[in-house]
Nanobody, 119 residues
């Protein structure tokens, strides 16, 4: 059974940083593309970043240069380092297994972790 468990969210001031983690079980994370998606209050699901099975990374324009996606194969864990956070980054963040289209179409994902950027 595929399970994804996110953690690391919280309340942070503008300009601050957070690192999100996603522990995967039921499959070997390095063999699949993985993504981070987010959903802000009252808005639809937004793709944030992805990493291929080969390790290539890609980012949405709104987070490029501020966020970094990575994985630890030994821990079967996906990460999202978020720097220079701003209020527009406030959302529930989910890790999702598969290609970007799968992530946006409701594919396997965790329960989410809340990130709130506010002074």
């Amino acid at each position: 059974e595929v399970q994804l468990v996110e953690s690391g969210g919280g309340l942070v001031q503008p300009g601050g940083s957070l690192r999100l983690s996603c522990v995967a079980s039921g499959f070997t994370l390095r063999n699949y593309a993985m993504n981070w998606v987010r959903q802000a209050p009252g808005k639809g699901l937004e793709w944030v970043s992805g990493i291929s099975s080969g390790g290539s990374t890609i980012y949405a324009g709104s987070v490029k240069g501020r966020f970094t996606i990575s994985r630890d194969n030994a821990k079967n864990t996906l990460y999202l380092q978020m720097n220079s956070l701003n209020p527009e980054d406030t959302a529930v963040y989910y890790c999702a297994k598969g290609q970007r289209w799968e992530a946006l179409a409701g594919g396997p994902r965790g329960q989410g972790t809340q990130v709130t950027v506010s002074s």
